[in-house]
T-cell receptor, first 107, second 114 residues
Framework: SQQGEEDPQALSIQEGENATMNCSYK?????LQWYRQNSGRGLVHLIL?????REKHSGRLRVTLDTSKKSSSLLITASRAADTASYFC???????FGTGTRLTIIP | NAGVTQTPKFQVLKTGQSMTLQCAQD?????MYWYRQDPGMGLRLIYY???????DKGEVPNGYNVSRLNKREFSLRLESAAPSQTSVYFC?????????????FGPGTRLTVL
């Protein structure tokens, strides 16, 4: 069974708005990563957050981790059309992935 | 520095045929992985290798075998292909450590089994 589950499955927002995606996982982790995948393309690593970190920033990305709730969130601020993609979370060294959130940015 | 390379990019097999998917990385990473991604789905781990000489099963290992030939190369073999193995296969590598924040993926191999 998959370790991570993203929520929502699909999200559509206007360009310029913020997008928030959530990820829940089942067992204890050492780290959690977020990836982006454009349609028909490979995966691009976005950010890794370790179990002893609560928040991490990278450009327009902000990731939080709540180990007590076994959940993480990815916030993309000031969204752009180029952010349209599927976003996945993956946990630990085995990189077990969830099913993804399909984000559509409406120009 | 090519990163993670996979061959072939595309392959069509008939049911029962065998083939090996090749993966190589030039970043001196210890860990390597094979995933499959079915349409509209996330990635599922088939096998992984934490270091040269070791391999372990992931979520969906049935129907596959792997070989960690050396530190650079990690191959995935389908001994008798089935239509259910039609998928896109991704190889990845990384090195886990206190300063590691990135994993690298290959471009994928699109496999169709007829």
């Amino acid at each position: 069974s998959q370790q991570g589950e993203e929520d929502p499955q699909a999200l559509s927002i206007q360009e310029g708005e913020n997008a928030t995606m959530n990820c829940s996982y089942k067992t204890s982790i050492n780290n959690l990563q977020w990836y982006r995948q454009n349609s028909g393309r490979g995966l691009v690593h976005l950010i890794l957050i370790r179990s002893n970190e609560r928040e991490k920033h990278s450009g327009r990305l902000r990731v939080t981790l709540d180990t007590s709730k076994k959940s993480s969130s990815l916030l993309i601020t000031a969204s752009r059309a180029a952010d349209t993609a599927s976003y996945f979370c993956a946990s630990d060294e085995k990189l077990t992935f969830g099913t993804g959130t399909r984000l559509t940015i409406i120009p | 520095n090519a990163g993670v390379t996979q061959t072939p990019k595309f392959q069509v097999l008939k049911t029962g045929q065998s083939m090996t998917l090749q993966c190589a990385q030039d970043m001196n990473h210890n860990s390597m992985y094979w995933y499959r991604q079915d349409p509209g789905m996330g990635l599922r781990l088939i096998y992984y290798s934490a270091s040269e000489g070791t391999t372990d099963k992931g979520e969906v290992p049935n129907g596959y075998n792997v070989s960690r030939l050396n530190k650079r190369e990690f191959s995935l073999r389908l001994e008798s292909a089935a239509p259910s193995q039609t998928s896109v296969y991704f190889c990845a590598s990384c090195d886990w450590g206190p300063n590691t924040d990135t994993q690298y993926f290959g471009p994928g191999t699109r496999l169709t089994v007829l």
